[in-house]
């Protein structure tokens, strides 16, 4: 049964947690740098160039050494990172840009005290909501009090761009795998972030809507379990802090993985 199946997965720490234990790709079947591939990378966005290096035989991960292109993948599974994580610039597809933050524009050889304060700017999406004032009044007041403050921000005027972009980097990963694999079975995970309520206000429709409407269209399946969101897990003691998935959590989602390849 385990030698029929050949699993790239890729996402972000949700799939490969902090110091790299706990995921739920370990309760796939399959044996880890041999027939199951894991690609993951903490900090991660919607991002394109990582499939295409292993792909290629490039990748940056020694325990996938085992790899080879004439390897004839079965399933690819993407569990979706929130799209917070990409530049504020619309103008910017830059795909190392397409993480939590990046400091590759700050010049290192500015004063420390400049080179502090520029390092935490408002490089990506994430960064800046977190440090905007009304992160910290929804923290203490609820986010319904300020939910028109935050429709206002231009973020959010221009969440269906946003929405784009990513959107696009997902269809090139897609044509990518199924031009070298035209009968490979591809799965996207939803694993939502629901811990942060302005994140949730920016990224609930995409996972929603956008993302089923995707999968939809291009003979996708996907996993949107009604409780794969990380408030959910936390209440039953099934992360090892506020969103990741502890073993009990990997192993849950591990095991609804599966039920579907």
Request: aromatic letters at 14%; glycine letters at 4%.
């Amino acid at each position: 049964m385990i030698d029929k199946y050949r699993i790239l997965c890729d996402g972000c720490s949700y799939t490969r947690s902090p110091g790299h234990h706990n995921n739920w790709v370990t309760y796939l079947p399959g044996s880890l740098g041999k027939n199951l591939y894991n690609i993951a990378k903490q900090g991660s966005g919607i991002q394109s160039s990582r499939v295409e290096r292993f792909l290629k035989g490039k990748t940056e991960f020694p325990s996938l050494s085992g790899w080879n292109k004439t390897i004839k993948l079965t399933h690819f599974i993407y569990q979706i990172p929130t799209p917070t994580r990409q530049p504020l610039d619309l103008n910017d597809f830059n795909d190392n840009h397409f993480r939590v933050t990046f400091k590759d524009h700050i010049n290192p050889n500015l004063p420390p005290d400049e080179f502090e304060l520029l390092k935490n700017t408002t490089s990506t999406i994430w960064k800046y909501l977190k440090h905007t004032k009304l992160w910290r009044k929804v923290k203490r007041e609820g986010i319904h009090k300020h939910l028109q403050e935050i429709r206002d921000l231009n973020i959010f005027k221009n969440k269906n761009l946003y929405y784009k972009k990513v959107i696009d980097k997902l269809k090139y990963n897609v044509t990518l795998i199924r031009e070298l694999y035209p009968d490979i079975k591809i799965l996207f995970l939803r694993y939502e972030k629901s811990n942060a309520p302005i994140f949730t206000e920016f990224h609930s429709d995409f996972f929603k809507k956008d993302i089923k409407t995707f999968c939809d269209k291009n003979n996708i399946l996907y996993i949107c379990e009604e409780n794969f969101y990380t408030s959910w897990f936390k209440e039953r003691k099934m992360t090892k802090d506020e969103t990741h998935p502890n073993e009990e959590g990997a192993k849950f989602i591990g095991e609804t993985v599966k039920s579907y390849l």
